[in-house]
């Protein structure tokens, strides 16, 4: 059901209905014993597996760029981090409340971003991958949706959000998930496709490099009209280098884009740190 201004969730009222690109609804709320904002994402079905899925993630994961979940319950002093509503059979989870709005909304403003902008974006969502990466979780959905920004008309502070279809890395090769086009890897969609392909921590960091492209050129570096020819696309054809659209990009970044976005895994950088530290060095 949609909620409106007022409702009661749990310790939850809600304030507002945000925008939403899933079938979730996301809803900015209030803690009513603190007062406290969060935002609340409520959802059934599979949609619903998704929350319970950052649910079970998000509270080992510590890092100043990655999203804070909070308890959605609280039962004789322990926290549940999910807690479903019985007379709707949603689901809901509460996050902390983030003001500054996403990559996807300040790319659609400024169609691309300065260099330093770019590099502080990535590098902040690079050092919050490598700590996840660093607990066995792949996140397998990077893209500007989900780079949120604690506050608007500030000093940058990214911070990834929406871990709905991350995965521990045993389980992220052994399933057919796949993220949003076009920001997955070619051994995802290998992997969507049938084929047995190994998907790992490799396939975030070609995201990254989908990313800075974007970032730098204002353009995602593969494009097609329908999703069957951009998932051969993804997986067969080479990216334009980003320095033909935007002549300003250095040769050494161009590199490091270009690598990241390596059609083969082990053409890639091995790591997330070994990426950021050559994007430091450039």
Request: aromatic share 6%; hydrophobic share 40%; glycine share 6%.
């Amino acid at each position: 059901m949609a909620y409106k201004k007022g409702d009661r969730l749990g310790r939850f009222i809600i304030l507002q209905t945000l925008p939403s690109s899933g079938t979730a609804q996301v809803y900015k709320a209030q803690i009513v014993e603190r007062e406290e904002k969060v935002i609340l994402k409520v959802a059934r079905g599979a949609e619903a597996d998704r929350l319970k899925n950052e649910a079970e993630i998000l509270p080992f994961l510590c890092h100043p760029h990655i999203i804070k979940i909070l308890p959605a319950l609280e039962i004789e002093g322990k926290n549940y981090y999910a807690a479903r509503n019985p007379e709707t059979d949603e689901w809901y989870i509460a996050l902390e409340y983030i003001s500054g709005g996403s990559l996807e909304e300040k790319l659609g403003q400024k169609g691309r971003l300065d260099l330093q902008e770019a590099l502080a974006i990535i590098i902040q969502v690079g050092s919050a991958l490598a700590y996840a990466h660093s607990k066995g979780i792949i996140h397998r959905d990077v893209k500007p949706g989900n780079v949120l920004f604690r506050r608007a008309n500030a000093e940058i502070e990214a911070v990834l959000s929406d871990f709905g279809i991350a995965a521990e890395g045993r389980r992220a090769k052994a399933d057919k998930v796949i993220g949003t086009l076009p920001y997955v890897s070619p051994e995802q969609v290998k992997r969507a496709l049938g084929e047995n392909t190994t998907v790992d921590e490799r396939t975030d960091i070609y995201s990254l490099g989908v990313l800075l492209y974007e970032m730098l050129t204002g353009v995602k570096p593969f494009m097609a009209k329908g999703k069957e020819e951009l998932l051969k696309v993804i997986k067969d054809k080479e990216p334009i280098p980003p320095s033909e659209l935007n002549p300003a990009i250095p040769r050494t970044i161009e590199e490091v884009i270009l690598k990241a976005l390596e059609k083969e895994p082990f053409r890639r950088f091995q790591t997330v740190e070994e990426m950021l530290k050559t994007l430091r060095r450039a």
